[in-house]
């Protein structure tokens, strides 16, 4: 019996932990590393060797780069601003969604993110090189406005919550707009993205919460 309940405690205490927000900030800071000792991050041609995003190289069957880009970084600046972001909101997020979703809505948002870009870029004819998990970080911001809006009734609660979701966008957009080239097109993509998963994420729950009142 005691073993059983320290088990419980163990598994109950991992679940608390937002293991998937610092695995991917991890993974992010592990690329950068190993690519800067074979290269330079801020060589445009050496990333795009590497996976950035380039709708003329996507536009010739190389999808993949959609994802790929997301974990690549122009430099330690760049890398810091949004692993920095990302535990940030990550932490908060997985607390309140769960990690499968949390992990799955980085992934989605950034992927949508990206695939804005290159339909802005290529309707815009503009050969611009991009990479980074920006459009997944404001992904990540857009389901925990989302989220913490609706996460109290309360008047006074809904005062702080307003404050808090304040913070969290001056926060990343700073830190975007401190990186210096910013593709907002991206960053658009990600945070509707973001919008829509949180949104459905809210309407399941309701949902199930109202068949098991029935």
Not at 52 to 65: D, I, N
Not at 82 to 103: D, K, P, R
Not at 123 to 132: D, E, F, I, R, S
């Amino acid at each position: 019996m005691p073993w059983s309940q320290n088990k419980s405690y163990n598994q109950s205490s991992l679940m608390e932990k937002p293991f998937v927000s610092i695995a991917l900030a991890v993974i992010l800071v592990l690329i950068t590393f190993v690519l800067e000792q074979i290269g330079s991050t801020e060589d445009t041609g050496f990333m795009l060797a590497h996976g950035a995003l380039y709708w003329v190289k996507v536009q010739e069957g190389e999808y993949w780069r959609l994802f790929t880009a997301m974990f690549l970084h122009f430099g330690v600046t760049h890398l810091v601003n949004n692993v920095a972001m990302l535990l940030i909101l990550g932490c908060q997020l997985e607390m309140l969604i769960g990690h499968t979703l949390t992990g799955v809505t980085f992934l989605v948002t950034g992927f949508a993110g990206n695939i804005c870009s290159v339909c802005y870029y290529m309707a815009t004819n503009q050969y611009t090189v991009c990479a980074g998990a920006s459009g997944a970080i404001y992904g990540l911001m857009g389901a925990l406005c989302v989220m913490l809006a609706v996460s109290s009734r309360n008047p006074r609660t809904r005062q702080n919550l307003a404050v808090r979701i304040l913070i969290l966008v001056v926060l990343v957009v700073y830190g975007s707009v401190s990186e210096g080239n910013v593709d907002v097109i991206a960053h658009a993509g990600g945070l509707i993205a973001g919008f829509l998963i949180a949104g459905i994420y809210v309407l399941c729950m309701r949902i199930s919460v109202k068949k098991r009142r029935n």
